[in-house]
């Protein structure tokens, strides 16, 4: 089972997925300063290390600089804390969750018309 990981663990993981799925820790920081967050490195250091124990990042080194490389896709992690949440919340009932994303208003019906398409001819058309 693919572990839940906090907010800022997230973040990190985003950056990660985002640049192919691997990133040294300088190019995580470079990040993280575009986009005006100004972690302390012992901060980012730790989160990291999380992120190892978790089991969502392997690290390797290049020289002496670390490399993380993430171990599920992000739409791995994100089917996983899709089932952890509908387990969760709906016991396990997609159902559940699509009736209250229509009854809420969460959902437009242009995306409801779209998920009715995929649903009958495939996910080439999404």
């Known amino acids: 089972m693919i572990q839940t990981v906090s907010d800022s663990e997230l973040e990190l993981m985003k950056i990660i997925w985002a640049n192919d799925g691997t990133a040294l820790y300088a ?19 730790t989160l990291l290390s999380r ?43 997609a159902k559940g969750l699509v009736l209250t994303l229509i009854q809420k208003e969460m959902i437009s019906p242009d995306d409801y018309e779209d998920l009715k398409r995929f649903w009958k001819e495939g996910s080439k058309h999404l």
């Open 51 to 93: 992120l190892v124990d978790k089991g969502l990042l392997k690290t390797s080194k290049i020289g002496r600089r670390n490399e993380y490389r993430a171990v599920f896709t992000e739409r791995e992690y994100q089917a996983a804390q899709t089932q952890n949440f509908l387990d969760k919340l709906y016991e396990g009932s």
């Open 27 to 45: 190019e995580i920081m470079d990040e993280l300063d575009s986009k005006g967050n100004a972690w302390q490195k012992n901060t980012v250091i």
